[in-house]
Each structure stands twice: as C-alpha cells, then as structure tokens.
C-alpha cells in the first residue's frame, strides 16, 4: 500500500551548502533531499544570516513580511525563499537579529533564536505551506514546541500540526537566566513553576523542545539509551527518561554523492571499490603532501575532529608516545581547545617524519586524509552520532573507535574467530585500552589478506540517508497517521503535554529507587516511574481496584492500552 505523502517542515539553525559551523549543518542539508526521495513535499527553513553567501542571498525571493510581537517587543518578520537541490528553502528575515558578526556567540542569543522558533510558526499561515510536522534540531530551536503548546496549538489553524524534536548533542543546551522566559517567549508562567523549561534554576531551551515536542529522537539508538543515563545525560536524564516512552534514535547518514571516491574532485586519485592499489596512490600523495616520510607500506592513522574533550584527546594526550612507538604514521586535522592544539604542535618537532598536525579547518584536505589513511582514529567520550566513521567508510578506511552512541551502532569490531567486523573498539574510556585497540589495528594491518578484505567490506556498506530518512517516514506516519490512530493518540496526549514534574531531583529519585510493588503503589508513586505517567497509573489503580490485587506481572497487559511494548518497559521498574 502506498502510503500517504506528508508535508514536513524542516527547522534548523544551519544548513549545508549556506551556513555551517557543525554537523547539523550536514543533516539539515542533507536529509530533506531523501525524504523528498521517500515521497515527502519537505521544506527547510533557516535564519536569513548576514554569513550566508552573496550567490544565495541574490537567489532568494521574498515570500511576505509583516510585523509580529515577541513578547511586548513589537518586530519586522521577512520571509524570502529560494530553491536548492529540490528543497523549498525559507529564510526568516530580521537584520537585528541575524545581522551579526558571530552566529551563535551573541549576548541575546536566547532573544534570537526565540525569535527564530516563534517566526517560524507566525509565518505558516501566510506562506502557503501548511505542515503536517514540524521537525525542530537542537537548543536553537528548543521554544519552538513549547510556544506551539503554550498558544498556537488551541488555534485552529495549528491543531492538527504534530512536532518532532532532534537532539544532535545534548551538551548545548541553549541555558538562560529565568525572566527570558516571560520577557522574550511569553509563555504562561506555569511552563516554568512546573519546571518543564526550567534546569538548574535556568531556562532550559534544549530541555523545553524535549518536554514541550510530541516525539523526540537522536541521532543513534545508543546515545538515546545512553542520554538517559546520568553519566550521558548532561543534567537532562531524568527528562529524557520522563519521555522515554516518545524517545527513539535514527541514525544519521551520509550523502554518498558529496562523499564518493570515484568523483570526489579533491582526491588526486579516483577509486572505487576493489582499486586498492589506487587508494595508496592517495596515501603516497599526502604523505608527500604534507611531509611525512614516503612509505606506502606503513600504516597511517587519520584524526580529523573538532579539537575538544567530547572527542577523546586526553586520551591520545596521555599515551601520544606510545600510539607514535606502534611504527603508524599520525594525521592530525582540527581546531578546538588551546590545550589540545598546543599539546599536539609540541609533538610535531619529535616526530617530523611521521607525525603532521594540521590545526585549520579544511574541507579538501580532510577528504585527502580520508582516503589515504589506513584507519582513521575516533575514541569519542560520547558520540551522538559521528560522521567521520561513516566518511572513513565510504574511502575505505578502517575506524579504530570507543563503543559509545553513534560508534556503536555503526562499527562491528573485528573478530578474528569468524573473520567479521567492519573495524576496531574498544569498550571503557580508558587511554590504554584505546592504545591496545591501535596496536590490535596495526598488527591486522599488516595481514594484507584480511586487511583488504575488511576495507572490501567497509566499502560496500551503505550508510547513505536512504534508510535513515525511511525510519523518519515511519515516524512522521507514525505521528499524523489514520484519524483512528489520531484519536488514539489524542488520547494519550494529556500525558505528553501536561506532563508537570516539580523538583527536579524527583524524576531522578524514582528512576532509582528499588522496584515499586504494583501492589502496594498509589497513583502518584507509579505515576513518577518513567514510561508510565499519570494515564497509565490511574489505569492500573483503577484495574487493581476492580480486580484485586495482581498475582502475575503480566496480568499488566489487561490494563487498557498496555501493550506487549509497554509492559516490556515498565515491568522491569514494577514488582508484586
Ligand atoms: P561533530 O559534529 O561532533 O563535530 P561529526 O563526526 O558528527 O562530529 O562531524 C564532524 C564533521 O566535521 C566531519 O565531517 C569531519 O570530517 C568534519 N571536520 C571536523 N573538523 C574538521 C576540520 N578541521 N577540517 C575539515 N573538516 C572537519
């Protein structure tokens, strides 16, 4: 059966190919084109930047612009528009606001990108594009869900729009101090004294888009069990596992277009899959680029990151001679901490021939150390997602990876007894345990049989959008879905949206506290144990009354609405 094509409007705060400064900017620019492949009609929409390149600012016609409230501050709103790549892309207009030097780094970032999340919604009966969801990405776009709660969702215009919100890294979270969130959103004032905008005494921009969105999703199926975990969890668990039950991880892809061996301009040698010869024809030209002593026989590491702690630096700090005593050559790409940069150009002098630290941001050389490196180095604390093993793949080259999100839902460590695996991991965060991974790698490395058998195989796996963007139609079916299904999930909407918690230190008491007797419970009790809420534990109060006490625990299945699913979820938490 064919299913039905919905209208999706795509919010974010940068998009590939007019403004990036991370991967957010990948997905944004990336994933509407394959849910228009799926058969979605999906548009993007983004700040009009003054960054934006002129050839896109000359393309862009306007749309409409009028006046809006934010708050009591009484403002212009723009609204220009222009094609690309067969996505409608909008861009919300207001000099004051995205007229700027820096595009996150501003003193009134909370006032921006408020403005951002409510124009988007004041722009949508004007435009002509009404969607079925709305699709908001990370703290930029946080108030956006809360502000469809707290006053669009009652207009009739709105009503039957559905919200999802991304979490791409859950360590920015958009926190301001708490007047903003009257004086710049307007919301009521029970959104904060229920502590659903609220963390830590701020107002919580990533946290208001997780309690206010109707489903919430990140970036692997790892770091959505991770995140709700404290260790992972950046404060927010106790959020994230009060949404758990609307918490799901799709993994990201890549464009296989952009990131192609056999077109890709920047390599001086085009492969394909198989043309191993060819590959070191592109190992030999960077290390000649960039001074490494020539030998097509030794294996290179690539590292191209961002230079902070999320992406496991002090552990290469800590046992940098060690991974150099291995005989690898070392490529080092990024910017980031002063720390880590200083650490690295220091070691450049001690190892001249067989270590290049690079310290830029550079597009064309990181495709070059993609594909003429052996293995490529990623031993992530946390890892929402991580493009870089998906590119490392695609160039056939094998990642070395720590078993965190994204890392490990991609990278199958190899087995030696069965000859499988797509790469090298190691599990705790440990600089020795990363270490002994890299000297594993290495001496693979120099079993030519099985190495190029795993750079085969890496080369014929498909981390494209097309999946990804099929598991998001699924979702967005899943949301607007039959009127049957609507009315069903009208019904469990009170607990979604009215979901008000009051410490903050509640949620994370019940999370860990010992297994509630269903037969000794309240209401309130169950209601605290995340996935249940308070709908469900009425329910199954009100069927303890009927029925007496539980004599098995999956008796919990007769309780209305209770699922196989469900019940799975919560029966861990419950105890007779
Ligand atoms: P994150 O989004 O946390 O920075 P990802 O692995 O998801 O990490 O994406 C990082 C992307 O940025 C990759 O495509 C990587 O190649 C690219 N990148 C990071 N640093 C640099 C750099 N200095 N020069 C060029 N590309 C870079």
Redesign the pocket.
Known sequence: MKKEKKKILFVASEADPFIKT??LA?VAGSLPQALIEEGHDVRLVIPQYKQIPEKYQQRMESVCHFRTKLAWRDTYLGVNKLEEDGVTVYFIDNKHYFDRDSIYENEDKHEQFAFFSQAVLDMLPVIGFKPDVIHANDWQTGPLPLLFADRYRQQSYYQDIKTVFTIH?LRYQGQFAGHAAGDVLGVAPHHWESGNIRHNGLLNYMKSGIMYADHVTTVSESYANEIQTSYFGEGLDYALRLRADDLSGILNGISYEKFDPETNENLPVSFSKGEIDKKIANKVHIQQKLGLEVDADKPLIGF???MVE?KGLDLVKAVFDDIMATGAQFLI???GQREYEEFLKAKQHEYPDNLSVNI????Q??DQIYAGSDMFLMPSRFEP????QL?SFRYGTIPVVRETGGLNDTVVAYNEETGEGTGFSFSNYNAHDMLHTIERAVSFYYKKGIWNKIVNRVMNLDYSWHNSAKKYSELYHELTGSPEQKLLQQGDESEVQVKIYQPETKGETAATTDKININQASTSELSELPGIGNAYAERIIDYRDQNGDFTKKSDLTKVKGIGKKKYQKISKMLTL
């Not at 997602?385 to 870089?388: A, F, P, V």
Request: hydrophobic share 30%.
């Open positions: 991370g991967g990948d890294n191209i990151s961002r999320q790409l990024g910017t830029k941001y550079d597009a050389l990181a997602c991580g493009l870089s590119i």
